[in-house]
């Protein structure tokens, strides 16, 4: 099986604490890109005190059949808190979820510094059981 390409990039957000969020996105700019078919995943850091971006993950699976493309994409999120898309099947959802990772669905195309905009005021205020359940996890 061929190796996701990562591209790392230096911020300011502490990653220690940070929960890891990946975007499909064909543009890095926007989650508008079905889980399947991205070629590209933005991961940003979160905490309460800010977000960037800490790697651009290319998942290019168009020379890969069948299953092989869903589990390549699942074991180079690995270490990804949460992952938004556009769209997912359920069986490849499954697999997400299995590997510990919570699949996100945007209903259209939405601006990924929009969301993290509204996902750091959750954190800044109550957060809701799973996302504590998340941090804490994270923080054991």
């Not at 869903?70 to 074991?75: E, G, I, N, Q, S």
């Not at 929009?114 to 800044?124: A, D, G, H, N």
Request: glycine share 8%; with cysteine; hydrophobic share 40%.
């Amino acid at each position: 099986m061929a190796e996701a390409k990562k591209i790392k990039v230096e911020g300011s957000v502490d990653m220690d604490h940070a929960l890891k969020i990946a975007f499909a996105s064909s543009d890095m700019e926007t989650i508008n890109a079905h889980f399947g078919g991205t070629k590209q995943f933005a991961i940003y850091g979160v905490t309460k005190e800010g977000f960037d971006l800490i790697e651009v993950l290319n998942t290019d699976t168009s020379k890969m059949k069948g299953d092989d493309k869903t589990d390549f994409k699942v074991k180079a999120l690995a270490g990804t808190n949460i992952m938004y898309c556009e769209s997912i099947g359920g069986t490849a959802a499954a697999k997400v979820i299995r590997a510990g990772i919570h699949p996100m669905k945007v209903n259209e195309p939405t601006p990924i510094n929009e969301t993290l905009e509204k996902f750091q005021q959750m954190l800044i205020g109550n957060p809701p059981p799973w996302i504590k359940k998340i941090i804490n996890e994270k923080d054991a």
